[in-house]
């Protein structure tokens, strides 16, 4: 037996996966995620739709400012 995840089993449009991050890993993910968008070129919408989606998810790039990284890195 596996823990992977049956990916079969998730249809279209439902939730995948809930993820807990530390403050230090959202501005991270933010950031990754941004960056990727941001150089994605205009024949790959349907990843920038996607992307752009899960960016609409997660708080503002304004509290993502907010975050001092290097403050959530020495704890």
Do not use: C, N, W
Request: zero cysteines.
């Amino acid at each position: 037996m596996t823990d992977e995840p049956d990916f079969e089993l998730i249809k279209p449009g439902e939730i995948a996966y809930h993820l807990d991050l530390t403050a230090a890993q959202l501005k991270i993910v933010h950031t990754a995620l941004t960056s990727l968008r941001d150089d994605l070129g205009r024949d790959q919408h349907d990843v920038r739709g996607v992307v752009s989606a899960v960016l609409d998810k997660l708080p503002s790039a304004h509290d993502m400012r907010a975050i001092d990284l290097d403050r959530e890195l020495r704890g």
